[in-house]
């Protein structure tokens, strides 16, 4: 039982990458459709490339979208709404003009003729002589305003439904129903400017000679206060009346027999046989329940199955460095599952296109973090497996694995920020142009182009910017490394390697010439030249804490290391290593930049001590572990080359002569031992590269120490 316990222990990694794909695969498989799916591809115009085919069942053949539209905006051309007329409204508007009208009059005439407010004011002959002219005006104003009510003051209906003052209109008034001409009837806005206009008449055609100074009376008098609508839009029985209708429309046109040939091999697909197939599809998706939708299912999980075995299989053989590193195993698989997601939710809402959303961020965020290989597989099988539930696959398939791609190869320099916008463009220009060519090869024309398809593309490409945003968010999550951020790193004002240049300027300097050794090399072979150049500028920071032990920082003569024996003197030379990842986690470096300072010295041994023990003390076995750096091994391929890098940058100081013989010479030995201790065993780098690795250094070291000519006294 405890050897079963080790072995989980010792396999934890494995287990967990193992129970990742599973979970994964449950996912997938629970947001998969459960329907079966139309096997046929068809567009008007194209030549049926399938067998003859037969009608599998009877089925009945739907009217096109136009023909049901025409017969619909037929039907309903004559249909009449229905308005409410409210009998009790306008009673009490009529009783507040009355009132207003009354008490506004009085204030305003007393005001006018300068009337004293004393008691019985109204029995003044003056005031009395003005009753008449209130009178009629109430009067008049009232009558007005009771027959525009009376025919009705509509209240604008919101939504589709409008008013527009012509046509007819069906006017309920209790239990009676009258067609009535929409144009007799007012809205709030015109039946204010009808009294006004029978005011200003009434008011010119008056003889009265006191009439004049009521002028400023009726232009204060709001009127429209007592304006209301008593005409309302009956939505119930307006669309009731046109449910019924539209009920009375079929949606089908004829019919065919099982049995019956439906197009033969070759033929060309008319308006007519697409209409037909189409109606196929139709009752095809409609028959969803007479098929074991088990079996349905168990296909897609076959497919899905088989795709998270070749990712596996993938990383295992090229990428297996992510394979062991769990975190990044399960990010680019939560990648794969978040776009399966998103998919299957766009699916289930009929009104946004798939166009819409950027299945391209997925290989954009994983082309920051890995590198185009995998963005590129990961991409292609996670839309391999969304045509299962994406309309139209075989065009959803094509235009987003094309843009996948060119996304992925328009993400160079990803350090500046404008290289987001040109992807997001350049995946628009994708787009369109894939689909321009799709609808073509099946249309024969540009005519069948449809121009929405062009604003879903540049929606498509604005919320490509999104994963700019996505990439900081995963970043600082899953403790990723962006091209951004190791930019941000290798700026040597950073604060620690000002300090480094400051405190131990010898080993900064170094650090320099390994970081532009380094740099060069990996361009050759292939690889991140930024990670590893942040890398190198990092990888020797423990010597700080005792610059003046390392070689590269005596200047003034004295070495400290004539008073230790070898194995503290090598103590203190290897402790550079464990003290540089103090430091660095001290000072919140990411892991990536830390493994390069664990394993630029893999598990060498300080050779200048180690050897001087051996020759001092012959007689003594000698402890190899004392004189050995901890590790481990680099494990990947920029690891390597920052090792070699370092350890030919300080060997070439030690020349005597710098020649191209004694450079080459070193350069093969240094690198030749390297590959002796089994260093690169387990990192992802080739002979061949190794090779290549050696040149660039061995021309490298030439320019940087080529003879001078000698200057004239």
């Known amino acids: ?6 072995k989980i222990i010792s396999n934890y990694k494995n287990i967990g990458t193992i129970l990742v794909f599973i979970l994964t695969f449950l996912l997938i498989t629970y947001m998969m459709p459960r329907e079966r799916k139309f ?23 739907y009217k096109t979208d136009e023909e049901y539209q025409a017969e619909m905006d037929s039907t309903l051309s004559d249909l009449k709404l229905y308005y409410t007329f409210d009998p009790y409204q306008f009673k009490e508007q009529l009783n507040k003009f009355k009132d207003s009208f009354q008490k506004e009059w009085v204030e305003y005439s007393l005001k006018e003729y300068s009337i004293s407010t004393e008691d019985k004011y109204y029995e003044s002959g003056r005031y009395v002589s003005l009753r008449g002219l209130q009178d009629y005006y109430h009067n008049f104003i009232y009558d007005f305003l009771e027959k525009v009510y009376l025919k009705g003051i509509v209240e604008l209906p919101e939504g589709d439904v409008s008013f527009d003052g012509s046509g007819y209109i069906v006017l309920m008034r209790g239990n009676i129903a009258e067609e009535k001409n929409s144009s007799e009837l007012f809205t709030s806005k015109t039946a204010y400017k009808f009294l006004k206009e029978k005011i200003q008449e009434d008011i010119a055609s008056n003889s009265n000679r006191n009439i004049s100074r009521y002028n400023k009376f009726f232009d204060q008098f709001e009127i429209d206060r007592f304006i209301i609508p008593n005409v309302f839009y009956n939505s119930e029985v307006s669309e009731r009346e046109k449910s019924e209708r539209l009920s009375e429309i079929s949606m089908k046109k004829g019919m065919i027999q099982q049995g019956e040939l439906i197009i033969s091999k070759g033929e060309i697909v008319t308006l007519e046989k697409f209409q037909i197939l189409q109606s196929l599809k139709i009752t095809y998706n409609e028959q969803q329940g007479n098929v074991n939708k088990f079996l349905v299912l168990s296909g897609k999980l076959i497919i899905v199955l088989l795709s998270l075995i070749l990712i596996y299989v993938f990383l295992y053989n090229f990428r297996r460095e992510l394979l062991r590193d769990l975190i990044k195993t399960s990010f680019i698989l939560f990648m794969m599952v978040l776009m399966i997601f998103v998919a299957s939710t766009i699916a289930k809402v009929e009104k946004v296109s798939f166009y819409i959303i950027p299945f391209t961020i997925l290989p954009i965020i994983l082309r920051t973090f890995f590198d185009e290989r995998v963005a590129v597989f990961v991409h292609v099988l996670t839309t391999l497996i969304i045509g299962f539930i994406a309309p139209n696959s075989y065009e959803f398939i094509v235009l987003n694995i094309l843009a996948g791609i060119v996304a992925i190869f328009s993400l160079t320099n990803l350090y500046r920020r404008s290289r ?15 689909y321009i060519g799709i609808t073509v090869v099946h249309e024969g024309s540009f005519t069948q182009l449809k121009l929405d398809y062009f604003a879903n593309f540049g929606l498509n490409g604005m919320l490509i910017l999104i994963s700019f945003l996505l990439i900081y968010v995963f970043e600082k999550t899953f403790g990723f490394l962006s091209d951004t951020t190791l930019m941000e790193l290798a700026d040597t004002n950073q604060p620690l390697l000002r300090k480094i240049a400051e405190i131990a300027p010898g080993t900064f300097q170094h650090s320099l010439q390994v970081a532009n050794l380094s740099e060069e090399a990996i361009h050759r072979i292939g690889g991140n030249p930024l990670l590893l150049r942040t890398g190198a500028l990092y990888h020797d920071i423990g010597k700080m804490y005792d610059p003046i032990f390392f070689i590269e920082n005596q200047t003034s003569g004295i070495n400290p290391h004539d008073n230790l024996a070898f194995e503290e003197s090598a103590k203190t030379i290897i402790n550079h290593v464990e003290k540089g990842v103090e430091l660095a986690r001290k000072n919140n470096l990411p892991e990536a930049i830390i493994n390069f300072i664990c394993t630029h010295h893999g598990t060498t ?5 180690y050897k001087s023990y051996i020759k001092t003390y012959p007689e003594q076995e000698v402890d190899v572990s004392k004189f050995s750096y901890p590790g481990p091994k680099p494990f ?15 060997a070439s100081r030690s020349l005597q002569e710098y020649s191209q013989e004694t450079i080459n010479e070193l350069v093969e030995k240094v690198i030749s031992k390297q590959l002796k201790q089994g260093q690169f065993e387990e990192a992802p780098i080739t002979y061949v590269d190794i090779k290549a690795v050696k040149e660039v250094f061995k021309i490298r070291l030439k320019n940087i120490y080529h003879a001078r000519i000698s200057y004239p006294k």
């Open 636 to 650: 990947s391929k920029e690891m390597a080359v920052l090792m070699m890098a370092d350890a030919v940058e300080a």
């Open 605 to 609: 041994t300080v050779q200048y001590f």
């Open 420 to 434: 987001f916008f040109i992807s997001a463009l350049l995946v628009v220009i994708t787009y369109s142009m894939a």
């Open 39 to 61: 096997t046929y591809e068809f567009q008007i115009g194209s030549p049926w490339k399938k067998e003859n085919l037969t009608a599998p069942f009877k089925f009945s053949i």
């Open 1 to 6: 039982m405890l050897s079963i316990y080790e």
